[in-house]
């Protein structure tokens, strides 16, 4: 065939024919306007695939992309599918035709739905699934998925069973491994009504799929590959909860899954298999322990692997051992309430022991294995701490210390290790992990415990660099709890830092100047101290490697002791002054910076704004160098003037002087001072919104420092915020918008202004909203503009409810209830309660009742639309975790008036659909009327929440 050798061909040998037959291919396969050829299709995949032109491969991804999505795809995927020809093309079509499926099943009229079926049925048993395994699962994860949603077909399981399970068993396998797995899947928005009765179907199927899995068992018992099969099979239909505890006793897949385990030497894959299968077991046994029998069969079973694990570690299988200890602690994890409640008069449940098991599998060499456990700890941290019985954490006591030097002997570095750990190195993450387990759990040892714990094991005889480091490591992590009265331990640990000799290992100082940092506290109650940690640190900051944790120790120092810190002002700014000599990040920078702010506070008032225009001129100059000399910015470099606004935001941030009425903030003069450049780089870099975004934020601080005492600044800065927004709609005006109204819209003189600012925003904000996914492709700009609109309703209500935009604004808010974005949705809500709110909040008493009138115009006219987008939105567009404000808006809106809630609630679940493209009904009658009736009667927003989670999981 002329168009598979030329797809095959080398292009080199191409003949005239065939060079143009791929021009034309070329041409038609990046316009899309009809049913494309199968030609045009292969053309493309080939493309995508095989074309070693990125610009090409990107053009043909585009163009299948768009194929997946039009109607054209069924028809396409099943002829490919048909054809059964090359293997990408094949996988392209199986992989497209389980996601139409899956995303886009309402394309499909219902009485296609049964020859879909049998299609996708006719394609598996002409696959063989030996070798085109990837095929194979996509086309069985499209069959399960239409089954799932096409609720015509009464018994898919049993006829599946009965169709596959001589022909195709491998294949059968995989259906019913991904059966179970699929009714999950919050993209087939099946609801919860599909859901039980899938649940219901699976329970009645459980006997025959259990008798055709142990028939492969006994037919393919010794083929690892076949053992494998039916362990993840039944693995997932464990995980659902559709066998019943009776059925797994005595079960032979349970039995093949714990001989499996006996055996150290099991293949990795069946190995693992086995591992999930008990983890499941375990897992449904937690949330159904009713069943001793099993339980303390299980349990026996269980505690029986402790040799083969041991075995795993003698032959250096790692998997094995990983799977072992997810198993053990797994165990721990379904048996820790009945731990904890039969250990309450402190004698321990017999259960216990598994903690000595999973300890064992902490003591590992390999810190991945006792990674595997932290979450038990955790569970068992909180279980503890909400008991609050002295009985029950002084017998865990001593399974925490074991846990703190297990945990402690892996935190070790390498003996050889030269420098500092690398930032992306995966042994850092785990050690960060470590340091946060410790800080939940080490109340049930004691903090001093914990530190003393760690100073004896490094005053241990031939103690090494890295156990010491490693001691000072878990140290550091408990040193923040440690009472700043400690005068056993803590001198003795501060003298040894001070006293490290010179060649001391680099990590073991840059490990003491964290501790040192977590141990600012206990510096600032022992002044003695103070000089020579302050000359150490110095000397570190000096040292490329050792910079940025001496930086971050200084700025500890600073915060906890200011009053000490205010006489070494001058000190501190001869270091500011060299900061960029030292090797620090900026991060490191704006740390220490902050520290220093904080120390302003304290310095005598005559001297404060002195000291405050020094600290910030350090950080203007180079900007006013940056801007005059007009160096072209380079991100995250000196010649980023982002780098220096971020520095003098932190200065303005953490500035806090207690200043009396009438009193001149010792800031404003600077603040004068500084406005021209920081509005001369507003203006250069309009175009950059990276530099835009800092500059406006920088502002933002500058203002909240000195508050209405900023007032010079509101005029000149307002003109230049809209002149530059209507050139370049930056979001970042409007927040700094917001900070003004926030400020300054209690002010009489200034609402006018800032109302015509807000109009000047309305034109060009709305010209970018309205356009074609303008709301999606804006989030930033929905998020400020709606945090501007709710400071008007906190501080100028009256004013605001009265302006021209309103309307306009309020159209836009409604259109955004749908927007999946959690800033900007977060946004839109608190903009709708406010609203609310403000016909309510009688705090100011003398706009009361013209403010109450106003909203309930609003509500009056825009309720039902509020109530539908609402309703609508938080069932099919926006994630869970949006419930809790939906739920605020709805309940502020039945305190003001909840007569007419009821109402437009009622309409608006008339509009609801009963049923989805599969015909399974989604929500029935009386469900809608208990929803209904269940939200009127609803009290707190916690409840209401509840009650809006569940209705959309009809739907979902």
Request: hydrophobic residues 40%; proline residues 4%; charged residues 20%.
């Amino acid at each position: 065939m002329l168009v598979k050798r030329m797809l095959l061909c080398n292009i080199g040998t191409e003949d005239e024919e065939e060079v143009e037959m791929r021009k034309r291919f070329c041409t038609e396969i990046y316009a899309m306007n009809s049913l494309p050829t199968l030609e045009t299709v292969y053309q493309a995949v080939y493309t995508l695939n095989n074309n070693p032109d990125p610009s090409e491969k990107e053009k043909a991804s585009q163009w299948l992309e768009e194929l997946q999505k039009s109607v054209y795809a069924w028809k396409i995927t099943d002829e490919i599918l048909h054809q059964n020809t090359e293997l990408e093309w094949c996988y392209f079509a199986a992989q497209t035709m389980r996601t139409k499926v899956q995303l886009s099943f309402h394309e499909l009229p219902a009485e296609s739905h049964a020859s879909l079926r049998d299609s996708l049925i006719e394609h598996i048993s002409r696959v063989n699934d030996q070798t085109n395994t990837a095929i194979v699962t996509q086309l069985c994860l499209a069959l399960v998925d239409l089954a799932l949603q096409m609720s015509s077909w009464q018994k898919p399981v049993p006829d599946l069973i009965k169709r596959f399970s001589t022909t195709s068993p491998g294949s059968l396998l995989e259906i019913l491994t991904v059966f179970p797995e699929e009714v999950s899947s919050r993209a087939l928005r099946l609801g919860a009504n599909r859901r039980q009765d899938i649940l219901a179907d699976f329970m009645r199927s459980v006997p025959e799929v259990t008798e055709f899995l142990n028939s492969c068992l006994r037919t393919g018992g010794h083929n690892h590959l076949i053992q494998t099969k039916v362990l993840k099979s039944f693995t997932s239909w464990i995980s659902v909860q559709v066998l019943s505890l009776p059925q797994m006793a005595d079960n032979i897949i349970i039995g093949t899954a714990f001989h499996v385990l006996s055996n150290s030497m099991s293949s990795r894959m069946l190995h693992e298999a086995a591992s999930d299968c008990v983890c499941a077991l375990l897992q449904s046994l937690e949330d159904n322990n009713n069943n001793q029998a099993i339980e303390i069969e299980l349990f026996n079973g269980v505690m029986a692997l402790e040799q083969p694990f041991h075995m795993s570690v003698a032959h250096e299988q790692l998997e094995n051992c990983m799977n072992y200890c997810r198993v053990f602690t797994e165990l721990a994890e379904s048996y820790l309430d009945k731990i904890i409640s039969g250990s309450a008069n402190g004698k321990a449940h017999y259960a216990i022991k598994i903690f000595d098991l999973v300890l064992i599998c902490v003591g590992h060499h390999d810190y991945e294995v006792a990674q595997i456990t932290f979450n038990l700890w955790y569970r068992l941290s909180e279980e503890l701490y909400q008991k609050n019985n002295d009985k029950l954490t002084s017998l865990f006591k001593p399974y925490i210390e074991r846990l703190i030097e297990a945990l402690c002997r892996h935190c070790q570095m390498e003996p050889d290790h030269e420098g500092l750990l690398d930032d992306m190195d995966d042994f850092l993450d785990f050690r960060t992990k470590v340091s946060e387990l410790i800080r939940d759990f080490v109340y049930i040892v004691g903090s001093s415990n914990c530190f003393r714990q760690m100073f004896l094991s490094l005053q241990a005889p031939n103690t090494t660099w890295d156990s010491s480091e490693a001691a000072l490591f878990i140290m550091q992590s408990v040193a923040k709890n440690l009472l700043p009265e400690e005068n056993d331990i803590v001198p003795k640990v501060v003298e040894a830092i001070l006293n490290l000799p010179e060649n001391t290992h680099i990590a073991v100082r840059y490990t003491s100047l964290l501790l040192l940092g977590e141990l600012c506290e206990w510096i600032e109650k022992h002044p003695q101290v103070l000089e020579p940690v302050l000359n150490m640190v110095l000397y570190c900051l000096q040292q490329s490697q050792l910079a940025n944790a001496a930086a971050n120790c200084l700025q500890s120092i600073c915060t906890s002791s200011r009053e000490h810190m205010a006489s070494r002002f001058s000190g501190l700014l001869q270091i500011l002054q060299s900061l960029d000599k030292f090797s620090i990040t900026n991060e490191a920078a704006v740390g220490l910076l902050k520290g220093v702010a904080a120390i302003i506070e304290k310095i005598p008032p005559d001297q404060m704004q002195q000291a405050m225009k020094e600290v910030c001129l350090i950080q203007i100059k180079p900007l006013v160098e940056l801007i005059e000399n007009d160096v072209k910015p380079e991100r995250g470099t000196k010649t980023d003037p982002a780098v220096w606004m971020d520095r003098l935001a932190a200065i303005f941030r953490h500035v806090n002087p207690q200043v009396r009425n009438g009193e001149l903030h010792p800031c404003q003069p600077v603040i004068t001072e500084i406005w021209p450049v920081l509005s001369s780089a507003c203006t250069k870099y309009r175009a950059d919104s990276h530099i835009t975004e800092k500059c406006c934020r920088c502002l933002r601080y500058v203002i909240r420092c000195v508050g209405k005492q900023s007032a010079p600044l509101l005029e000149p800065l307002v003109k230049q915020i809209v002149t530059l927004y209507s050139q370049h709609q930056h979001s970042c005006f409007l927040y700094l918008g917001s900070i003004l109204v926030d400020e300054f819209a209690s002010e009489p003189g200034c609402i006018q202004g800032l109302l015509e600012m807000l109009q000047a925003f309305i034109v060009p904000t709305f010209t970018i909203l309205q356009a074609s996914n303008g709301l999606k492709n804006h989030p930033d700009t929905v998020d400020d503009l709606f945090r501007l609109c709710g400071r008007f309703l906190q501080r100028a209500p009256v004013p605001f409810l009265t302006a021209p935009a309103l309307t306009p604004i309020l159209q836009c808010a409604l259109m955004a209830i749908a927007l999946d974005h959690r800033d900007a949705n977060q946004s839109v809500m608190k903009f709708f309660f406010d609203l609310i709110h403000a016909g309510r909040n009688n705090a100011n008493a003398e706009d009361f009742e013209v403010r109450k009138s106003l909203v309930l115009n609003v509500i009056q006219e825009k309720g039902q639309d509020l109530i539908t987008n609402l309703l609508h939105a938080f069932v099919f567009c926006l994630h869970t975790y949006v419930l809790p404000d939906i739920a605020e808006v709805i309940m502020e809106l039945m305190l003001i008036d909840k007569q007419s809630v009821g109402t437009w609630v009622e309409q608006a679940l008339k509009m609801m659909p009963t049923q989805n493209s599969g015909g399974t009904i989604t929500a029935t009658q009386d469900q809608l009327q208990d929803f209904h009736k269940l939200l009127l009667s609803v009290e707190s927003s916690k409840t209401m929440t509840n009650v809006l989670r569940e209705f959309a999981r009809l739907y979902r």
